[in-house]
C-alpha cells in the first residue's frame, strides 16, 4: 500500500479553472503538509496541518485554500488558476517522535500545468 | 532555520563510497541535522538525521564534526539508484515543523 498518495498525477487545465488535487496518507500521521516545486527545482512550505488544524500558512495567494476533511486527508484547492501556478506539488506527512524528531513521508507529487 | 551549503553537483563511481558534504556553521544546539534526496520526478525522501553523534542505518552514514558546523553523508557503496538530489536540512526539534529545503548536491553515480 502506497503511504501518501496523491491525485491526479498529471493535471493540464486552463487559465482561469479552478481545480483540486487530492491527498491521503495511510500512516496514522498527525501533520500533513503541502509543498511546491517549481521549475527551478526549489521546494518550498506552502501550508501544514496538524490534527486538522493550520499551523503553517507561507505567503501564498488566498487562491489556495487547504482542507483538512480528517487527520488521514490533506486536499488543496486552487481558484482562478494562473500559469505561474504550474509547478509540481508534493504532499508529506509526519508524526513526532520522541525527542521531538519526526521523519515526512512525501508523495509522488501532482504535476500541474496551467495553460 | 540554520541555513546550510552544498557543492552543487557531484560524480561518483558505481560501488565506490559517495561523500557528500555540507557546511551549517550557524547551527544552534537544539538544531537537528536532516537528510533527504529527491530522485528524479519523485517525492523527496528521508535519509538520515542527527544531533551530534554519528548515525548510521540501511541507507547511509551521517557524520558530525564536533563542533556540528559541518557534517558529511556517506553512501557506502552507491548504485546507478542512488543517482539524485541530495538536501542537507538543519532544523530545531520544537517548533516549525515544515523542512527548509536548499538546492541540495546532485550526486551522479557513473557505470
Not at chain 1, 503553517?56 to 500559469?83: C, G, M, Q, Y
Request: hydrophobic share 30%; net charge neutral; proline share 5%.
Amino acid at each position: 500500500d502506497t503511504a501518501v498518495s496523491q491525485t491526479p498525477k498529471y493535471l493540464v487545465t486552463q487559465m482561469g479553472n479552478d481545480k483540486s488535487i487530492k491527498c491521503e496518507q495511510n500512516l496514522g500521521h498527525d501533520t500533513m503538509y503541502w509543498y511546491k516545486q517549481d521549475s527551478k527545482k526549489f521546494l518550498k512550505i506552502m501550508f501544514s496541518y496538524n490534527n486538522k488544524e493550520l499551523i503553517i500558512n507561507e505567503t501564498v495567494p488566498n487562491r489556495f485554500s487547504p482542507k483538512s476533511p480528517d487527520k488521514a486527508h490533506l486536499n488543496l484547492h486552487i481558484n482562478s488558476l494562473e500559469l505561474g501556478d504550474s509547478a509540481v506539488y508534493f504532499c508529506a506527512s509526519s508524526q513526532d517522535q520522541a525527542g521531538g524528531t519526526d521523519t515526512q513521508y512525501f508523495g509522488p507529487g501532482t504535476r500541474l500545468t496551467v495553460l | 532555520d540554520a541555513k546550510t551549503t552544498q557543492p552543487p553537483s557531484m560524480d561518483c563511481a558505481e560501488g565506490r563510497a559517495a561523500n557528500l558534504p555540507c557546511n551549517h556553521s550557524t547551527i544552534s544546539g537544539n538544531e537537528y541535522v536532516y537528510w533527504y534526496r529527491q530522485i528524479h520526478s519523485q517525492g523527496p525522501q528521508y535519509i538520515i538525521h542527527g544531533l551530534k553523534n554519528n548515525e548510521t542505518n540501511e541507507m547511509a552514514s551521517l557524520i558530525i564534526t564536533e563542533d556540528r558546523k559541518s557534517s558529511t553523508l556517506i553512501l557506502p557503496h552507491a548504485t546507478l539508484r542512488d543517482t539524485a538530489v541530495y538536501y542537507c536540512i538543519v532544523r530545531p526539534h520544537t517548533g516549525r515543523r515544515a523542512l527548509t529545503f536548499g538546492s541540495g548536491t546532485r550526486l551522479q553515480v557513473q557505470p
